[in-house]
């Protein structure tokens, strides 16, 4: 039986210092939520769990305005699992393929569960009795220190799209963290998930990147969405501690029209600033008490070879470039980049289309 964390929103750390630099040091004092992912996730690897060692990846930052932060992690490429073969983005969950009922039980870190006054509301509200239950297990291929996996109820066999209650305990597991490293992401299918089985990716990167700051256009500020700027085209939602379940609301309709639409997407969640349409003065920017969630429709990707480089999935549109080959890590430019990213993002039209869409399917709610 793995062991719990058990948490209240009084376990929010509300405001997490970011530095000005391109570092963001690991958390002087870790929360107690950290401490459970890094030194259970320590342990497994000192045991020899993962399909590989990840020591220090060697990192650079590109030079440019984007900031792009790139890492050498060769290993994850060669030794990560094949990925299932996905043909929609609307896949049924299939128990013949691997998914994570099949994992080894040393894998699982630990269970997060909401205390009974969160579940007794729930209940009030007419749902279910029921733990809310999240699963945390350790991801095998690593692509940085800390990685692991959320995994809402394996039992249930979700298969790999959002709900409502996977992308609220996505934002409050950044909330939890005292480290303004601490990333949640995840991968829709046709936007490279390799599992169709429902799970959210989260990992410590030691580095800032430019979404925790870069200004954004109002679009429903009322419903927290907002447009990206000097960004690959995408949306942006933000949220403060009491506002979590609200937001994970309306984030939740939004994915759920483009998965009904058949547009595959990423998400990334971050500590970082409230959007504005303009830089921010030196003390907004350095604020850590909100969440940001960045959503990205994007083209599908069903069985297309994968970029020799790095592949457009988990974290690449974020800034974060886990690249696959030291030629490409040593060598690429922001511009090679930049063009790797596009040729996978919706067209200019076909994204202005889908933002007046959401736009009024969000002001009918």
């Known amino acids: ?25 690991r958390a002087s004092s870790p929360s107690k939520f950290d401490t459970c992912i890094q030194a259970g996730w320590t342990e497994r690897m000192e045991k020899g769990l993962f399909r590989y060692h990840l020591g220090d990846l060697q990192t650079r930052i590109l030079p440019g305005p984007c900031g792009y932060v790139a890492q050498l992690n060769v290993q994850r490429g060669i030794e990560r699992r094949k ?130 700051s870069t200004p954004a256009k109002p679009l429903l500020p009322e419903k927290a969405f907002y447009r990206l700027l000097d960004f690959p085209a995408g949306f942006l939602f933000y949220t403060e501690s009491e506002e979590v379940e609200e937001v994970a609301r309306v984030i939740c309709e939004v994915t759920d029209f483009l998965v009904d639409g058949n547009i595959a997407h990423n998400l990334f969640l971050t500590r970082g600033c409230q959007p504005l349409d303009s830089i921010q003065n030196e003390k907004d920017h350095c604020s850590g008490k909100g969440v940001r969630i960045a959503l990205w429709p994007r083209k599908s990707c069903f069985g297309a070879k994968e970029e020799s480089s790095f592949n457009v999935a988990l974290c690449e549109l974020a800034g974060h470039l886990p690249f696959k080959n030291k030629k490409d890590y040593e060598l690429s430019t922001e511009k090679d980049v930049v063009d790797i990213i596009q040729r996978c993002l919706l067209t200019d039209s076909e994204f202005m289309r889908l933002e007046h869409q959401l736009t009024c399917h969000l002001k009918d709610l």
């Open 83 to 212: 990925p299932e073969e996905i043909l929609s983005i609307q896949q049924e969950f299939s128990a013949k393929q691997f998914n994570f009922n099949k994992i080894n039980p040393e894998e699982i870190l630990f269970e997060m569960i909401k205390d009974r006054e969160v579940n007794k509301g729930l209940e009030d509200k007419g749902q279910s009795h029921r733990p809310c239950r999240m699963v945390v297990l350790i991801n095998v291929s690593p692509l940085e220190f800390g990685h692991c996996l959320f995994v809402p109820d394996p039992l249930s066999c979700f298969p790999q799209i959002l709900t409502r209650f996977a992308i609220q305990v996505g934002i409050e597991s950044v909330f939890l963290s005292s480290d303004p490293g601490f990333r949640v992401g995840f991968n829709s299918l046709g936007a490279f998930a390799s599992v169709n089985h429902l799970h959210l990716h989260g990992y410590y990167l030691n580095h800032k990147l430019k979404i925790e």
């Open 1 to 25: 039986m793995p062991c719990q964390f058990i948490y209240r929103k009084q376990d929010f750390v509300l405001d997490v210092c970011q530095n000005n630099g391109n570092s963001s040091p």
